[in-house]
């Protein structure tokens, strides 16, 4: 691939009318081309919003049932917390990215009564737009211009504030510019470096697209050099979207912090345990609220501790030293995973407290701030 030397033109798609269910979007992309008097040359990249590509798909979901159909659409759980109006989850979605809520959404749906969902597969949904739209302009103009389609979306970022698009779906063109090899400005070589070409794409789209402009698709000119010459169906056999998910050993996100903390301690984002123990609220709470949530954790496995919190500290007492020191160990973890420091101390077997937890049992005291 060679570095570009032409200008990268942006282009909103105006005019395209509200998508409804059954709408052939490469017709409509077509007609949009027509009326914004844009002529399809080998190179050029159509960015779709996935909203009028679920609009079309018909995939819609009752915005009532909304918390069933994000679970319905996750296929694991990477953090969740508590809200004034329910679970929040970030999960990893069925159509591929690690995003909020799987991707469904009630913005821009046209009926406050529905949530769009994404499609199952959004390489296979651009394929069939290229060559949808493809074939169209051979029809209407003789010619067979090879271009690229990405679906785009929107999602958050570890490390980053604000939202920005990225490519959900993709066909036609290289996602990733691979420069690992190669020699930077400097002479010095680049061994890590991969450019993510679809999501810079999907992003610069969208600062002609807008999140409130009703308008869901843009054309892209000047980076013909990543676009391939070949049929709809050979993305099967070249990286898509799909394939900028990192997954396995490659994902450092697996779960956020404080899931990372609780499923080391047997309590799974999403699970039974998660709901019994507390989901983290994301409005910041008291120490007090955090150190029992910390509690349940710890006390999951431990039946035969009993343990409450008196102010700043966590009493525990147990049968015998080892159970005892399997439920202050995990406490202390817990505790830890809920941002608290902890100090902990042996308590005499004949100590009383408020609650007269330590009259006859072994006993340890944490405190917590």
Same mark, same amino acid.
């Given at each position: 691939?060679?570095?570009?030397?032409?200008?990268?033109?942006?282009?909103? %798609?105006?005019?395209?009318?509200?998508?409804?269910?059954?709408?052939?979007?490469?017709?409509?992309?077509?007609?949009?081309?027509?009326?914004?008097?844009?002529?399809?040359?080998?190179?050029?990249?159509?960015?779709?919003?996935?909203?009028?590509?679920?609009?079309?798909?018909?995939?819609?979901?009752?915005?009532?049932?909304?918390?069933?159909?994000?679970?319905?659409?996750?296929?694991?759980?990477?953090?969740?917390?508590?809200?004034?109006?329910?679970?929040?989850?970030?999960?990893?979605?069925?159509?591929?990215?690690?995003?909020?809520?799987?991707?469904?959404?009630?913005?821009?749906?046209?009926?406050?009564?529905?949530?769009?969902?994404?499609?199952?597969?959004?390489?296979?949904?651009?394929?069939?737009?290229?060559?949808?739209?493809?074939?169209?302009?051979?029809?209407?103009?003789?010619?067979?211009?090879?271009?690229?389609?990405?679906?785009?979306?929107?999602?958050?970022?570890?490390?980053?504030?604000?939202?920005?698009?990225?490519? %959900?779906?993709?066909?036609?063109?290289?996602?990733?510019?691979?420069?690992?090899?190669?020699?930077?400005?400097?002479?010095?070589?680049?061994?890590?470096?991969?450019?993510?070409?679809?999501?810079?794409?999907?992003?610069?789209?969208?600062?002609?697209?807008?999140?409130?402009?009703?308008?869901?698709?843009?054309?892209?000119?000047?980076?013909?050099?990543?676009?391939?010459?070949?049929?709809?169906?050979?993305?099967?056999?070249?990286?898509?979207?799909?394939?900028?998910?990192?997954? !396995?050993?490659?994902?450092?996100?697996?779960?956020?912090?404080?899931?990372?903390?609780?499923?080391?301690?047997?309590?799974?984002?999403?699970?039974?345990?998660?709901?019994?123990?507390?989901?983290?609220?994301?409005?910041?709470?008291?120490?007090?609220?955090?150190?029992?949530?910390?509690?349940?954790?710890?006390?999951?496995?431990?039946?035969?501790?009993? !343990?409450?919190?008196?102010?700043?500290?966590?009493?525990?007492? !147990?049968?015998?030293?080892?159970?005892?020191?399997?439920?202050?160990?995990?406490?202390?973890?817990? %505790?830890? !995973?809920?941002?608290?420091?902890?100090?902990?101390?042996?308590?005499?077997?004949?100590?009383?407290?408020?609650?007269?937890?330590?009259?006859?049992?072994?006993?340890?005291?944490?405190?917590?701030?």
């Amino acid at each position: 691939m060679t570095t570009p030397t032409l200008p990268v033109t942006l282009t909103p %798609l105006l005019g395209v009318p509200e998508v409804r269910e059954g709408d052939d979007l490469a017709t409509l992309l077509l007609t949009a081309l027509q009326r914004n008097e844009i002529q399809l040359t080998d190179g050029d990249i159509l960015v779709v919003s996935s909203k009028v590509v679920s609009k079309a798909a018909g995939l819609r979901a009752p915005a009532s049932a909304q918390a069933e159909v994000v679970l319905s659409q996750t296929v694991r759980i990477v953090a969740e917390r508590l809200t004034p109006a329910g679970v929040t989850r970030i999960v990893e979605s069925a159509a591929g990215p690690v995003m909020t809520a799987a991707g469904v959404d009630a913005s821009n749906t046209d009926d406050q009564s529905a949530v769009l969902v994404l499609p199952a597969d959004p390489d296979a949904v651009a394929a069939a737009i290229r060559g949808g739209v493809q074939n169209g302009w051979a029809t209407g103009h003789g010619s067979h211009p090879q271009i690229g389609v990405i679906i785009s979306d929107t999602a958050g970022r570890p490390w980053r504030n604000g939202q920005t698009d990225f490519a %959900l779906g993709a066909c036609g063109l290289h996602v990733i510019e691979d420069l690992r090899g190669s020699a930077d400005a400097g002479g010095r070589v680049l061994s890590v470096t991969e450019r993510c070409l679809a999501d810079e794409v999907a992003s610069a789209a969208d600062l002609v697209k807008g999140k409130s402009a009703g308008v869901p698709a843009a054309h892209l000119r000047g980076l013909g050099q990543y676009v391939y010459a070949a049929p709809a169906s050979d993305c099967e056999s070249r990286p898509g979207a799909r394939d900028l998910v990192r997954t !396995g050993p490659q994902d450092w996100f697996g779960y956020g912090m404080v899931e990372a903390v609780r499923a080391a301690l047997g309590v799974e984002p999403g699970s039974p345990a998660a709901a019994e123990v507390g989901i983290p609220f994301l409005i910041p709470e008291d120490a007090a609220a955090r150190a029992s949530r910390a509690l349940r954790v710890a006390l999951l496995t431990c039946p035969d501790v009993v !343990g409450a919190v008196d102010g700043s500290t966590i009493a525990l007492t !147990g049968p015998d030293d080892f159970t005892l020191g399997v439920a202050a160990a995990r406490a202390e973890v817990a %505790l830890r !995973g809920e941002r608290l420091t902890t100090t902990l101390t042996r308590s005499p077997a004949t100590a009383q407290t408020s609650n007269d937890l330590l009259t006859s049992q072994t006993a340890v005291l944490i405190v917590f701030q």
